[in-house]
């Protein structure tokens, strides 16, 4: 088993000895959290390296290849925006970083080197229970629903009352008509209404024949 142990290490270092290996470092501001360095870790491409931060907030990712690297700082509390270091092989180990940017991937924003990473306020992870208030009433749609009728029915009867009496009496006519079950006729309705003298029917009278007439 150590034999075996042993041969895997020897094969690890001949693989990675014709590569240069870098550091990703940084710094990390947290504040209202004592003691988070124990709990916080920094993650490059999403686990594949890691490193954890020191009591000043600083920490160091070793051993990475050249390439291009997400990093994150993973802490149960705080959710701090990634940024992407890229490391190139042709310019002996030049690092830059940039933020990332998921929905528009080809924008470059450049960010300083070493990096930091500085944290304010907690992150709620729940939303906030709603509250009762007084407006919320006011807010309802069945508010209006409510008011209207009693608006109609206390403020309408005094508009009435400040007409013209004969308006009045004319609208009075009108519900009493509409209450009747016998309804009268349109055009006495409408004169009613409006004003005028009801038109006299005319009575045609059967006469006998020939009245006007002298007998031989």
């Known amino acids: 088993m150590l034999y075996f142990l042993y041969a895997l290490a020897l094969f690890c270092l001949e693989q990675v000895a014709g590569e240069a290996l870098y550091e990703i ?6 504040n209202g959290d004592p003691g988070w360095q124990s709990r916080t870790v920094i993650s490059a491409n999403f686990g594949e390296y890691l490193g954890y931060a020191q009591q000043n907030g600083s920490f160091v990712i070793p051993n990475i290849k050249p390439g291009s690297y997400i990093v994150e700082v993973l802490h149960p509390n705080f959710m701090i925006a990634p940024v ?3 490391i190139s092989s042709k310019s002996s180990g030049r690092i830059r970083a940039r ?11 450049l960010v300083k080197y070493p990096l930091l990473f500085r944290v304010g ?3 709620n992870f729940f939303e906030k229970r709603e509250t009762w208030h007084i407006t919320d009433i006011l807010k309802s749609p069945m508010v209006p629903m409510l008011v209207l009728p009693v608006f109609f029915m206390l403020v309408l009867p005094k508009l009435k009352d400040m007409q013209d009496p004969d308006t009045k ?3 009075e006519d009108a519900s009493k008509m509409m209450q009747n079950p016998q309804m009268p006729d349109m055009s006495d309705m409408l004169t009613s209404l409006f004003g005028g003298t009801k038109k006299p029917k005319k009575s045609i009278t059967s006469g006998g024949g020939g009245g006007g007439r002298g007998r031989r």
């Open 25 to 30: 470092r940084g710094q990390i501001v947290i």
């Open 84 to 86: 992407r270091v890229e």
């Open 169 to 171: 009496k004319e609208i």
């Open 99 to 109: 933020k990332v940017d998921y929905i528009q991937p080809n924008e470059v924003v």
């Open 121 to 123: 306020e907690k992150t």
